[in-house]
């Protein structure tokens, strides 16, 4: 290890740090040392008091952890929260979310709703997420005035979407905000083909091919229902995944969100060209969409992130109760208990997602030379009582609640529970606004 500067930035005391690698290791009467923005060293305590640094935190009943990596997500169909629930997908989106995108969405809406994801990601303990959503340019400016990680997708679809005539623009307003956020230091870009039911062949070989040159990666909904995959056959008679590898899609790059549609051929595609597979389980769930088989990828050596979806389908942005639930829901379907354990579900909300959005370099867990992105967790209340293995209470006993607090390359966002972001005030106006303008629009209730 080289040496440490005279005076660090910061240093945290947590009871139990867990760095996610190695796999399965919690260190007690450890801390971590920060300089920069970037994590130094994880040290014993005795080492660590002999430091000097500008800011020390003692969390005597904490537990330290890499920030979540929300891997798949619609920051801004926040203001959709609870608009349309109980309802089947097509006709939650051909009857209330569709109208209600067409009839509202602007920059201003994307604005506010990013605002309040970016708000409530940032007191649960996330401090990575990946967005696919109209104007993206305004969701990276939200990101950035937050301070917090994110990779923005532009939406690629071949018809009109709101902020694009048509894919060509949408491409290439994509490629400017790329060339914008490349030296930002917090956002990436990706291509978002939306699925494969609503971008042509013709779109997704242009797609594959600047997504090639740039080595960007491409993030886009695949096999979300048995429906699709099933329409996609009787139309060309190949699943949509099979129709993405002749057009040279399936690469490490590919971020194949939901799967819930997942066959023996399938599952050797995703291996033998490593594709990052998105799971978002509470979404999948409320919509009936299906259910991932993430034991079966993982025992194929296939990564699997987790992500909220948009708060419209979930309807929170809880890494936490995503982890559990897709633990539980794991363990239902494959029938073995040992199916996806704690610590494994904490990779997938961390390093898994990471790895997913390309940032696996940067961020997704606690080791010298990346970011400093980290969460801390109490665990001294009642309902977390007692603690015999502290990663399981995170799983099995933790919500957003819990976590005290938050860090963005070194920079405290949440700190004793408290959200440190400017303006909180007027953005509960402005989604009250935005929510009463949006309820006398929709028809659910008629």
């Known amino acids: ?74 920051a801004a169909m926040s203001l959709f929260r609870g608009l349309a629930d109980d309802l089947p997908l097509m006709t939650w989106l051909n009857q209330h979310i569709w109208p209600a995108e067409g009839k509202w969405v602007s920059e201003d809406f994307v604005r506010v709703g990013t605002q309040l994801a970016v708000a409530e990601m940032l007191r649960g303990g996330t401090t990575c997420f990946a967005d696919m959503y109209f104007f993206p340019d305004i969701a990276a400016r939200v990101a950035l005035d937050a301070g917090m990680r994110a990779q923005l997708a532009f939406p690629v679809i071949d018809n009109p979407i709101p902020g694009a005539r048509d894919s060509a623009e949408a491409i290439s307003k994509g490629l400017r905000l790329h060339d914008e956020m490349k030296h930002s230091g917090l956002i990436s ?11 042509g062949d013709e779109t997704l070989i242009r797609v594959r091919t600047l997504a090639d040159e740039l080595e960007l990666p491409v993030h886009m909904h695949i096999h979300e229902t048995a429906f699709e995959v099933e ?28 799967m819930t549609q997942v066959d023996d051929t399938d599952l050797q595609l995703l291996h033998d060209f490593a594709v990052q597979i998105v799971h978002c389980p509470e979404s999948n769930m409320k919509l009936a969409s299906g259910n991932c088989p993430v034991q079966r990828l993982l025992e194929a050596d296939i990564n699997v992130a987790l992500g909220t979806d948009g708060a419209a389908s979930n309807n929170d942005l809880d890494m936490f109760g995503e982890m559990r639930t897709a633990a539980l829901l794991a363990k239902s379907l494959s029938g073995q208990p040992t199916a996806v354990d704690a610590h494994r579900a904490l990779h997938m909300a961390t390093l898994g997602g990471a790895m997913a959005l390309g940032l696996g370099e940067q961020t997704g867990s606690l080791e010298p030379g990346k970011f400093a992105d980290l969460a801390a967790i109490n665990l001294g209340g009642l309902a977390s009582q007692p603690v015999y293995h502290p990663v399981s209470q995170l799983l099995y006993t933790c919500n957003a609640s819990q976590v005290s607090d938050v860090w963005v390359a070194g920079r405290a966002k949440v700190r004793d529970g408290r959200l440190l972001l400017p303006g909180q005030d007027q953005l509960l106006q402005s989604v009250a606004h935005w929510a009463q303008q949006i309820k006398q629009g929709d028809s659910h209730d008629a």
């Open 1 to 74: 290890m080289s040496p440490l500067p005279d005076t660090l930035d910061l240093i945290i005391s947590a009871r139990w740090i867990v760095p996610v690698v190695p796999a399965g290791s919690v260190l007690e009467g450890h801390s971590l040392a920060v300089h920069q923005g970037r994590i130094l060293a994880i040290l014993p305590d005795a080492r660590a008091n002999e430091l000097q640094a500008l800011e020390r935190r003692v969390l005597p009943d904490h537990v330290l952890i890499p920030g979540l990596v929300n891997a798949h997500g619609h």
């Open 189 to 199: 870009i990706a291509f978002g083909p939306h699925a494969p039911y609503t971008v």
């Open 231 to 258: 329409q996609a056959v009787q139309a060309t008679g190949m699943r949509p995944l099979e129709r993405l590898r002749r057009l040279g899609l399936l690469s490490p790059r590919l971020q194949a969100v939901h």
